[in-house]
């Protein structure tokens, strides 16, 4: 088995798509140090900038020195703190929920949730754009999969129509992550009230993002609860910290605490880390300006760009990809933009579709008008790959 992977690995090696890690040795908000270098960084899921707010780093240090670092078990057995259950309780109200349910991951939230909910003879249908962790689910639960064409609801309507007579779940990102764009919520769950299917929203790229006080995609579509019976986001990007959580019906939290396997057998996140969460959860709901900001450096970005001729993808959040095709390409623009100062992330597949490859793009309301204008600078003199010459 370890001569196999290390074949594949090599076949990784070979079509130079091996992924590889990089360590950052400090972090002072956009500003990343590695190698020694300092660089300005468009890659981080901080989109409120609060990964470094005095206030949430004063509650991790108040809350660690009472209570320690660690949890010290599972929820069910004696991890479930004080700190849990008020940030269960913030997040609730804050998404317009009846309970919300901790969990140390994203990536678990959802392999958790489609275990507990879904049995064999279930149909689960989702986006082909849909994060791993949600195609990872259905595999999980033993239910058949059935993906439709991005965004396309007809699509589908068609794969719920096709076994009538299955209990069906219907889940999509609420952002998505590589393309940035918004998911159809309203359609979706109208269309999930016509069929009689649930319907699932991942939402870690819309919380604190999107909505009048940044409850997410699904409260900016007009859609509560009802409409949306499973919401998941995380508390890792907008909120600057870690950990996810799903929120929705008393019976939905109830049966996740009895079936959700990588709740009940995880040792719970550590009572600090809840604490500065919801410590962000506060600000992020109170401080418009953050969302404000964020917004109008996305239309400055997306300006500029459009007057470079640059080949950027239909996205308003703040995920701005741009799209280059060739994974060779995108690996060497990410390489050139680091020798100008800039980090920037080369997403190549098996991440993105072949011909898919592209530079992710990020901004953050730690941003400056300053720091875009220096980007579409460097994009400006990006030259296009060998084969066609010319800049881009």
């Not at 290390?6 to 400090?26: D, K, M, N, P």
């Not at 998404?95 to 678990?108: K, N, Q, V």
């Amino acid at each position: 088995m370890l001569h196999r992977l290390a074949i594949q690995t090599s076949g990784r090696e070979h079509a130079r798509l091996r992924r590889r890690l990089r360590t950052i040795e400090h972090a002072e908000g956009p500003w990343l140090e590695s190698g020694g270098r300092r660089l300005l960084g468009f890659c981080s899921n901080d989109y409120l900038g609060l990964a470094q707010h005095p206030q949430l780093i004063a509650a991790l240090k108040r809350t660690a020195d009472d209570e320690g670092v660690g949890s010290g078990s599972a929820h069910l057995i004696c991890g479930h703190r004080r700190e849990h259950a008020q940030l269960e309780e913030a997040l609730a109200e804050w998404t317009g929920r009846e309970r919300a349910l901790l969990f140390s991951t994203g990536y678990m939230a959802n392999l958790g949730t489609m275990q507990a909910l879904l049995a064999r003879e279930d149909v689960c249908v989702q986006d082909k754009l849909n994060h791993a962790c949600l195609l990872d689910g259905s595999r999980l639960a033993g239910a058949e999969l059935k993906r439709y064409s991005h965004a396309d609801v007809e699509a589908a309507a068609r794969q719920l129509r096709s076994r009538p007579q299955a209990a069906a779940l219907l889940a999509t990102d609420g952002v998505f992550s590589m393309d940035g764009d918004v998911a159809p919520l309203a359609a979706l769950a109208a269309l999930c009230a016509r069929e009689h299917a649930t319907l699932m929203v991942d939402d870690a790229h819309g919380l604190g993002v999107l909505g009048a006080d940044g409850a997410g995609s699904v409260r900016a579509a007009g859609l509560g609860q009802h409409d949306v019976p499973v919401l998941m986001a995380t508390l890792g990007k907008a909120l600057g910290g870690s950990g996810a959580f799903v929120a929705g019906s008393a019976t939905l939290i109830d049966g996740l605490v009895q079936f959700a396997r990588p709740y009940v057998y995880t040792t719970a996140m550590p009572p600090a880390l809840a604490a500065a969460a919801g410590t962000a959860v506060a600000i992020a709901r109170n401080e418009n300006w953050r969302r404000e900001k964020l917004q109008a450096l996305i239309a400055r970005f997306r300006t500029g760009a459009a007057q470079l001729g640059l080949p950027l993808m239909d996205s308003p959040s703040a995920i701005q990809p741009l799209q280059l095709g060739d994974a060779q390409a995108a690996l060497e623009a990410a390489q050139w933009l680091e020798q100008r100062g800039l980090l920037v992330t080369a997403i190549r597949p098996p991440t993105v579709s072949q011909g898919q490859a592209r530079l992710r793009i990020t901004l953050s309301a730690a941003h400056e008008d300053e720091h875009v204008d220096q980007l579409l600078d460097a994009l400006a003199t990006l030259p296009k790959p060998a084969a066609t010459g010319g800049p881009v």
